[in-house]
Nanobody, 115 residues
Framework: QVQLAESGGGLVQPGGSLRLSCTAS????????MGWYRQAPGKQRDLVAH???????NYANSVKGRFTVSRDNAKNTVDLQMNSLRPEDTAVYYC?????????WGQGTQVTVSS
């Protein structure tokens, strides 16, 4: 089993920055993929960014150049640095981990971008 705990959400003005963090716990080693999804009200949950254990990254087109995903394999953590935030980035952000072919999710953290 993998438990994921997120932190770092909140309210920020347009153009501002936030950093989300997620820690995976449990009897785990070498999580294949870690990353972030988000879900806005009335919309489906979509990929924001993910990173493999080897460091390969993938980003949604809407966040390229603004968001950066990083991870610490030794600590089983994944972070999402979000810059130049826009109102359309408002959503619940979920940490995600793919471990032994099974997907695990955090409880979600709210990010609100508003003036």
């Amino acid at each position: 089993q993998v438990q994921l705990a997120e932190s770092g959400g909140g309210l920020v003005q347009p153009g501002g920055s936030l950093r989300l963090s997620c820690t995976a716990s449990g009897s785990i080693s070498n999580i294949a993929v870690m990353g972030w999804y988000r879900q806005a009200p009335g919309k489906q949950r979509d990929l924001v960014a993910h990173i493999t254990s080897g460091g390969s990254t993938n980003y949604a087109n809407s966040v390229k150049g603004r968001f950066t995903v990083s991870r610490d394999n030794a600590k089983n953590t994944v972070d999402l640095q979000m810059n130049s935030l826009r109102p359309e980035d408002t959503a619940v952000y979920y940490c995600y981990a793919l471990y032994r072919l099974k997907a695990y999710w955090g409880q979600g953290t709210q990010v609100t971008v508003s003036s």
